[in-house]
């Protein structure tokens, strides 16, 4: 008798490739799509990537960096802080898109245009934590 094929649980190999979501409009929740008609979407890293656990460490050191030179930090500070973080966090994941524009310009996927763009529209950071679960893993299983 064989044993259960713990390959079948293998989140690594999807959550390196990323997960693509396709991005909804905040009232209507219908697809975004482009002029020309495509879909409007982010391909995100797992939880399981490496991109993940750098951007994760990234994150992290932020926090201490912050909390080092803002002792005396209101609560709203913090709450600020805490936003933009993960807004970076969430940026750090994002590995390609398409059809995504800001201000009429079409945007390379990086992370610096990432944080420009998901910092202006918060309905995105949103959608991506839903989309990928929050990190739950199960979506980032083989299909």
Do not use: C, Y
């Not at 803002?70 to 059809?99: C, M, Y």
């Amino acid at each position: 008798m064989a044993g259960f094929d713990f390959s079948a649980l293998d989140t690594v190999t999807v959550s390196e490739a990323g997960r693509r979501i396709v991005l909804v409009h905040t009232a209507t929740k219908e697809p975004l799509v482009t002029p020309d008609g495509g879909a409007v979407s982010v391909t995100v890293a797992g939880p399981d990537s490496a991109r993940h656990r750098r951007a994760q460490v990234a994150a992290r050191r932020r926090v201490a960096i912050w909390a080092e030179a803002n002792k005396s930090a209101t609560p709203d500070d913090i709450a600020e802080f805490d936003h933009q973080n993960t807004v970076r966090f969430i940026s750090d994941l994002v590995i390609a898109w398409e059809g995504v524009a800001f201000k009429g310009v079409e945007l390379d996927a990086t992370p610096e245009n990432a944080f420009t763009v998901i910092s202006a529209v918060p309905d995105i950071t949103k959608q991506i934590d839903m989309a990928t679960g929050g990190g739950d893993r199960s979506r980032f299983l083989a299909e």
